[in-house]
Structure formats: C-alpha cells, structure tokens
C-alpha cells in the first residue's frame, strides 16, 4: 500500500506563502500596466520592429494593436489570461506575465493583422525582445 503524503502545518504555510506572493506579484505586474500602456506599447512596438521580428507597413498600426492587447490584459479575468498564455508556459521557467501575453498575442493574433507583413524569430527570440521592454516599465 502506497504512503499518502499529508504536509505538515509548517510546509503548508510556507507553500501558501509562496504561492499566495506568486499571485500578488502577478496581480501587481498587470494591475500596473494601466499607468505604463503607452510608452510600454510604443517601446514593445520600436523594439520589434528595431530586432526584425516583426515586419510591418504600418509602425502605427503595431504599435495600436500592442496598445489594445495591453489594454485588453488589463481588464481580463484570470481564465483568460491562463487560456491565452497556454501554449508558451514553457517558454522559460519563471516567465513575466505580461512579457507572456504580448508574446502570445504577437505569435497568434497579430500575424493576422492586415499592415503585418510577416513575423520572424523564435517563440524565445521574441519572448525576450518583449520582455526587456516590460522590465523597464513592470519590474
């Protein structure tokens, strides 16, 4: 018969902790994106079109579209934000929620966008372009 593993009081209340931090710091990050959405929507907008991962022939038309998913993150239940960042969980370990979202929306909604030419580089390749941006505005 197998052991049934039942955590104490102690690592119960230290796994709370950590993963009740893990959620605020999360709630934090998007909750502050109302404050920065436009110069981090402009930055995340020049950043990729600076790198060649995004070719666009409208700098505007980006940097609106960044605009509207940022504004759309900010207002999004839970549920959404989990069932949009889904497939690029694994993109790194511990990823910044709001690098992850615009990450997602730049590889499976913006492609489809009528002034995007194409979208070049990896899923980490643009990952990171975006989130050195968002570091700058949500550390």
Do not use: W
């Amino acid at each position: 018969m197998a052991k049934v593993f039942r955590p104490s009081t102690r690592e119960s209340s230290i796994l709370s902790k950590i993963e009740s931090s893990k959620e605020r710091a999360r709630r934090m990050a998007i909750n502050s994106i109302r404050e920065h959405i436009d110069p981090l929507s402009n930055q995340v907008a020049m950043k990729l079109i600076e790198s060649k991962l995004v070719e666009t022939t409208n700098k505007n038309g980006l940097e609106e579209q960044v605009h509207k998913a940022l504004e759309t993150l900010s207002y999004a239940e839970d549920f959404d934000v989990d069932y949009e960042v889904a497939p690029f969980r694994k993109i790194v370990a511990q990823p910044h929620i709001v690098s992850l979202y615009l990450t997602a929306f730049v590889i499976e909604k913006l492609i489809d966008h009528k002034d995007t030419v194409d979208i070049y580089g990896s899923d980490d390749e643009i990952y990171a372009c975006i989130n050195q941006q968002v570091k700058k505005f949500i550390p």
